[in-house]
């Protein structure tokens, strides 16, 4: 079992950064991979951004390349959003879930544990 706790979402204005955290308890966050989800009102849940459990693998969805960053640090249970050149459409409730199949996926139905979100808002 893992608890998820994220943090760090807040409002922002257009072309701003923010990082996200996500805290994990419970045992073996090491052998999870983890992933950022984000869902915005109306809109089905989607994939932002995955790391495999050493944190020598990532993934992002085509719309964020080169603005987010996924990282982890398995000795702090704790993995990371970095999110620069932030843009309006990038504003919804940010998800990190946890995968213990060990496959690195895009796909949330592969995610067995999950956070309760946190709210990111940027203005224009």
């Known amino acids: 079992q893992v608890q998820l706790v994220e943090s760090g979402g807040r409002l922002v204005q257009a072309g701003g950064s923010l990082r996200l955290s996500c805290a994990a308890s419970?045992?073996?966050?090491?052998?999870?991979?983890m992933g950022w989800f984000r869902q915005a009102p109306g809109k089905e849940r989607e994939f932002v951004a995955v790391?495999?459990?050493?944190?020598?693998?990532?993934y992002y969805e085509d719309s964020v390349k080169g603005r987010f960053t996924i990282s982890r640090d398995n000795a702090k249970n704790t993995v990371y959003l970095q999110m620069n050149s932030l843009k309006p459409e990038d504003t919804a409730v940010y998800y990190c879930?946890?995968?213990?199949?060990?496959?690195?996926?895009?796909?949330?139905?592969?995610?067995?544990?999950w956070g309760q979100g946190t709210q990111v808002t940027v203005s224009s």
């Open positions: 419970g045992r073996a966050f090491s052998t999870y991979t």
């Open positions: 790391i495999d459990y050493r944190g020598g693998s990532t």
């Open positions: 879930a946890a995968d213990g199949s060990g496959l690195v996926s895009v796909s949330r139905y592969e995610y067995d544990y």
